[in-house]
């Protein structure tokens, strides 16, 4: 198993922007696909972006293309998500793990998530 940490999210006014930081420890994933989720509330936790073990290959839902970023840095075990031009709909609590590129299927317990406010 991998412990995941979230960090970065913060409070922020539409159009802003924020980093968000995945650090893994207990176990490397650098061989692994990462993606990032969020959950509003009161809603399911949906699926945000992923990248590939090597972060040649990306990929987003359509309502962050454009806006989002993830990429990562194996040599720290970190994935970042960076968020651009932010809006209210983005607010959420933002978690990573773990996925099979192909499904989307998590490997790892969630973390703690870190949450992103968007005021408008």
């Known amino acids: 198993q991998v412990q995941l940490v979230e960090s970065g999210g913060g409070l922020v006014q539409a159009g802003e922007s924020l980093r968000l930081s995945c650090a893994a420890s207990?176990?490397?994933?650098?061989?692994?696909?990462v993606g990032w989720f969020r959950q509003a509330p009161g809603n399911e936790r949906e699926f945000v972006a992923a990248i590939r073990w090597d972060g040649g290959t990306t990929y987003y839902i359509d309502s962050v293309k454009g806006r989002f970023t993830i990429s990562r840095d194996n040599a720290k075990n970190t994935v970042y998500l960076q968020m651009n031009s932010l809006r209210p709909e983005d607010t959420a609590v933002y978690y990573c793990?773990?996925?099979?590129?192909?499904?989307?299927?998590?490997?790892?317990?969630w973390g703690q998530g870190t949450l992103v406010t968007v005021s408008s």
């Open positions: 207990g176990r490397t994933f650098s061989n692994y696909a």
């Open positions: 793990n773990r996925v099979v590129w192909t499904t989307r299927h998590v490997l790892d317990a």
